[in-house]
C-alpha cells in the first residue's frame, strides 16, 4: 500500500499541499480528483520523489519514499508526468527502453525486450516503433510515453492526467488498459484524472481534493453524490445510473 502522512508542500506563501493523510490500498486503481489548483499532481509528484517534501512521510509498499536509494524506488514504482519534454531525437521503441534502465543498467536482455515489445504492442505503438517521437501527434506521443512507464514493469503505477491529448476512443482504451493492470496483472495503479465519469466507472477507490487538501476518500458509490461533489467542485452534479455506475451529469 501507500501511506501518506502529514504530506505538506508549499511554494512561497502559497500552501500547495496542506498537510494530507491517506492510505491508498495495495492493488486495484485509486483516482485523485479535484478542481484545477487543488493540488492533485503535486500531491503525485511527491509521492514519487520528483518534489521535495517541506513536511510530511510518504511510505510505498514498505519503503520510505525520502530515504530509498533511487534504483530500488524506480524498481518498486513509476510515473508518468503531467509534461513530458525530450532533449534528444528519439525513435518510439528507443524511447519505451527507457523504462527498463532500471533492471538493465543500459545493457538490455532478452527479458528487456519482450517488456519493451509487449508495452508497445498493449498501446498499439508497434506499426510506428520506428518513427521519431516527434513525428507523432500528441496522443500518439502520450501513448509512447505511457508504453514507456509500463515498460518498467513496477508493482506501482503512477500515471498524472494520462488522458491529456487522447481522443474518446484511447481514453476508453487507456483506461481499460489500466484497470486490466490492476485486476491481472495485480498492479496498483494512481490515477491523477479530471474526468469524474472515468474515475467513478474505472476506480475502486477515489481521493478528492480541493485548495491543497484531501476532503473526501471512498469508493465510487460515496464519493458519487451530489453533496459530496459540490463540496469538492463547488456546482450542482445531478447522478444518474447507467449499467451500475454513477455518472455525474453538469454540462447544462
Not at 521519431?132 to 509500463?150: K, N, T, Y
Not at 481534493?209 to 484531501?214: A, D, I, N, S, W
Request: hydrophobic fraction near 40%; include cysteine; proline fraction near 3%.
Amino acid at each position: 500500500m501507500i501511506t501518506l502522512s502529514g504530506v505538506t508542500k508549499s511554494y512561497g506563501s502559497a500552501r500547495v499541499v496542506d498537510g494530507v493523510d491517506a492510505t491508498i490500498p495495495a492493488g486495484g486503481v485509486t483516482s485523485i480528483i479535484g478542481p484545477n489548483g487543488a493540488g492533485k499532481s503535486t500531491l503525485l509528484g511527491l509521492v514519487s520523489r520528483l518534489q521535495a517534501m517541506d513536511a510530511g512521510v510518504v511510505e510505498v509498499g514498505g519503503l520510505d519514499v525520502a530515504r530509498t536509494d533511487s534504483r530500488e524506488l524506480a524498481r518498486t514504482m513509476a510515473i508518468l508526468r503531467q509534461e513530458n519534454h525530450l532533449t534528444m531525437r528519439l525513435k518510439v521503441r528507443d524511447l519505451v527502453a527507457f523504462g527498463r534502465f532500471p533492471h538493465s543498467g543500459g545493457r538490455p536482455t532478452v527479458e528487456d525486450k519482450e517488456h519493451i515489445e509487449r508495452a508497445l504492442g498493449q498501446l498499439d505503438l508497434l506499426p510506428m516503433a520506428d518513427r521519431f517521437v516527434d513525428e507523432l501527434s500528441g496522443g500518439q506521443r502520450q501513448r509512447a510515453f505511457i508504453a514507456m512507464v509500463l515498460a518498467q514493469d513496477t508493482r506501482y503505477l503512477l500515471l498524472d492526467e494520462p488522458l491529456n491529448n487522447l481522443d474518446m476512443r484511447h481514453s476508453v482504451e487507456m483506461m481499460r488498459l489500466v484497470r486490466r493492470l490492476a485486476d491481472e496483472f495485480g498492479k496498483t495503479v494512481v490515477v491523477v484524472i479530471h474526468d469524474i465519469n472515468f474515475a467513478s466507472c474505472y476506480s475502486d477507490t477515489i481521493l478528492a481534493m480541493r485548495g491543497g487538501r484531501l476532503l473526501h476518500q471512498g469508493s465510487p458509490a460515496e464519493i458519487m453524490r451530489p453533496e459530496v461533489l459540490r463540496d469538492i467542485y463547488e456546482i450542482d452534479i445531478r447522478i444518474e445510473e447507467i449499467e451500475g455506475n454513477r455518472i455525474g451529469v453538469y454540462f447544462a
